[in-house]
């Protein structure tokens, strides 16, 4: 059993080596391949993505976890080598459901609408990118069928992103949060004026922003022989193996968004960093859900990025890196105005508060969309529709309404809930954290955070993916998906901001 | 047939898409990758390795190449299809002479070996690195067992760095090299005052190199969507597609030699650049061999880069980059200097003159530890003889002499006299071209490289791996390997410079 489990490893490396591989390629071709390279990048990309699935789905990999069946019984659920045949069986018996030509097509149809969808948006055309999104459902459905039985179409799409979640209990979750969320939207909107953030406009030199984000990443925990940063069109992070951790950027010279942007990339980061290292080429040696991975990044972006113990702090940084820009603020100024509530049209640009409900939105259309109850011909209207129920808000302009996100043209239909999804962890988590680091203030106020790497690296991180994200939140906070702590810390936070009645 | 040669087509063009992925892994460890990133980028380029290598070698690739026999007999030698069987055949038939397992040997050991190498050099220990060129030299016999009958053990050698050539022709032309050199050294070396190449040792400003080095490098043909350029320790050129040609550089801030550098990866960029876009993801998809690359990069490097024409055109443009700094030259004492005569110990430094005894030595000694004649023990003192000898210097320094380059260390061994085959090549190249573009000297001076780009890409850029480089040579300039046009282009240029006796 021993020789049959070190093959198992073997062959899983094997395919872990192909995939990071892949992801060095794709984090490659974002940020330093010149433009002309995308023809040969495309068949690199195609042949290494395929030949990782021919791998991974060989026969020799089902006969070897079946083989494992009583082993897998002998053994600690908790182990790595029980963890580890568990989870290979999960994703084994998913992607041997589906067809390769079907992959083939999704990946096919993928490539072509994304130009599609860059030149619709451009030119604000829907009905360019109509059939794209017509073609890119009609996928769904098909893709949907090879997982049948499911309780729901859309569970199939989003146990792709977040494993063993169902689309009921996330409905609830996301009921409860909007219904906590549209009040304290209202309760803010009556108070817009509490809150200036004209000074986060203006003429923000390009090295002097890099310095600033490079002081607060290495007091994130950045290592220089570890880890880079780079620019690229749409930030995210990359890992090329467990002591190569990517992150990427996009300055802008009249803002300072970037700098949140790199903190939100951090959390992705450290997550993947602080994965256990004996998880490394194997399936488990990465997060453990796109929502477990987007608590991370929202937590560092905001929690700990936009909490004001960061800014009393790092705000001198900021304010000698550009003289005379920042107006007459201080730390609090500075603090409110990085945390001003303004329901807008765009989901990446949006605070805190209000961001959740671009999400929301999404996920119900995404529903209508997969179970026939909407026609793609009217997301349009339907979107612009929901944008008016929940922010309040006109869309003028389709590029800023159901143009805006990219994941849709790629096939990516089930992804944005994990966004909010992550959100929700994250306030649990911090709930939890708050309570087991009393000192977390005074640390933050020193830029000393190794106690909440630590905890995160404990409590969350090193599993990888050992455990499925419910397992995961139950060990941690000690319960199921719950939007209350999110809620409670939201109203804090924003009651005091704002002076909002209690 | 058809359908037996497009699954031949599309199996390689497999293997190349997973070895060029293998190449920009490769190119990102030595520029972009986080130091810590090693040990991971170790096994994905293992993995990669490995896959390009057993796909390449699947009995289905014999079985197609056997079946082909007649079909290749019917075909237009020099057509696509019949080119490509030739090669694939060729590769096919030595790839599976080498049992798996000696390769996996032969990695490994170069693996262990060059961090090894490093310290040796560092510390100036011969000794430190022996036990490890010993094992390099009984691996390489165990290697050229597999190629047995050879005419000579070392034909197997350098055979894998330039197809089809033998040892005995390169030591009649190496003959004739060095008795043309050793006197042309030796009359330079009575006039060793008549350049002085002082003012290029300074102060020079990094960005100012970079504007320097861009400036000259568009004016060669590089464009950004296509090409990009960076920083590393040891130069080189790599292609991640056809069009993604990455050169690399090194800068120092007291001398301008990066600037050579940067032309010298240019030549071999260019080369790839213009292969045909029809061999893409074939075997045929590079250049031809090492040495005919190597002709490219000189060509560029000293033939265009350290021309009289060329400083006339570019001189105000480095004399401005760096005010005051270059003394009181102008644009031909510049050239002067950038081409002073000067044995020196260190190969890679070498002017261009004395560059080609550096390589023989290496040869003559590759040979006799090869042979047996010459025990690894006795490598160090051999080596410091031959550099008396034709360089009339000593060695103070074995980190200076044999520990001096890394190459022994990874194994390869009859890689050197490449460089001095490209140099012989690259002689008989530009006589040639001398004489079918009459105005070069003219273009040359107005920035114009069009013509010269347009002969090369005509005459042996586009054919890739189409023709062994033997049989190119002779389609270009009508002739096997002559060394006498290098001669008599050194000897002319030198003895200009130097004002020789004729």
Redesign the interface.
Same mark, same amino acid.
């Given at each position: 059993m021993e020789a049959s489990y070190a093959k198992l490893v073997e062959r899983l490396?094997?395919v872990q080596?192909?995939a $990071? $591989?892949?992801g060095?390629?794709a984090w +490659?071709q974002r940020t330093?391949?010149?433009?002309?390279?995308a023809?040969? /990048?495309a068949?690199?990309l $195609?042949?290494?993505t395929r030949?990782a699935f021919e791998r991974f789905t060989a026969d020799e990999i089902g006969s070897l976890l079946e083989e494992f069946r009583p082993y897998e019984d002998s053994l600690d659920r908790d182990s790595l080598e029980a963890s580890l045949i568990r989870v290979t069986r999960r994703d084994y018996e998913k992607a041997v459901r589906v067809p390769l030509e079907l992959r083939g097509e999704m990946a096919r149809a993928g490539a072509l609408a994304e130009p599609v969808w860059r030149e619709a948006r451009k030119t604000s055309s829907f009905e360019l990118f109509l059939p794209y999104l017509e073609e890119a459902i009609e996928l769904k459905k098909r893709y949907i069928e090879c997982f049948q039985p499911v309780d729901e179409p859309y569970d199939a799409l989003l146990d792709d992103y977040e494993p063993g979640m169902k689309t009921a209990e996330v409905r609830a979750v996301f009921a409860e949060l909007r219904d906590g969320l549209v009040p304290l939207v209202a309760a803010i909107a009556e108070r817009t004026d509490a809150v200036d953030d004209s000074a986060l406009t203006g003429d923000f030199p390009l090295e002097r922003q890099e310095e600033v984000e490079a002081a607060i990443l290495h007091a994130f925990g950045f290592a +220089?022989?570890?880890? /880079?940063v780079d620019e690229t069109a749409h930030p995210f992070a990359s890992k090329?193996?467990? /002591? +190569?951790?990517r992150l990427t950027t996009h300055h802008q010279a009249n803002n300072l968004t970037s700098l949140f942007a790199c903190m939100h990339e951090f959390g992705h980061g450290l997550y993947e960093y602080q994965v256990d290292r004996d998880l490394? /080429?194997t399936p488990l040696g990465r997060g453990a859900s796109l929502g477990v991975h987007e608590s991370q990044s929202r937590m560092w972006e905001n929690m700990i990025g936009r909490s004001l113990p960061f800014w009393e702090r790092f705000f001198p940084t900021v304010r000698d890196a550009f003289p005379g820009r920042l107006g007459g603020l201080d730390a609090e100024g500075f603090y409110r105005a990085v945390n001003r509530v303004q329901p807008s049209l765009i989901r990446i640009h949006a605070d805190e508060v209000t961001y959740n409900l671009h999400i929301i939105l999404r996920f119900e259309l995404e529903q209508a969309l997969v179970d026939g109850s909407l026609a793609p011909a009217d997301a349009r209207e339907a979107w612009d529709a929901k944008i008016e129920e929940y922010l309040g808000i006109d869309v003028p302009d389709v590029a800023d309404g159901v143009l805006q996100d990219m994941h849709w043209s790629g096939g990516a239909i089930g992804y944005f809930p994990t966004y909010a999804l992550g959100n929700v962890i994250s306030g649990q988590l911090w709930e939890r954290i708050r309570r087991e680091l009393p000192d977390l203030d005074e640390r933050t106020r020193a830029g000393e955070l190794g106690d909440l790497r630590e905890w995160l690296r404990e409590n969350v991180h090193r599993h990888g993916r050992k455990y499925m994200p419910a397992e995961l939140l139950e060990r941690t906070v000690g319960g199921g998906l719950d939007p209350q702590p999110l809620l409670a810390y939201l109203r804090a936070k924003f009651g005091q901001i704002y002076e909002l009645p209690a």
């Open positions: 490396g094997e080596d192909i $990071s $591989s892949a060095v390629l +490659d330093k391949m010149p433009v002309a390279g023809a040969a /990048r068949d690199q $195609s042949t290494l030949l +220089d022989e570890e880890w /880079r090329g193996g467990p /002591r +190569d951790v490394y /080429r």
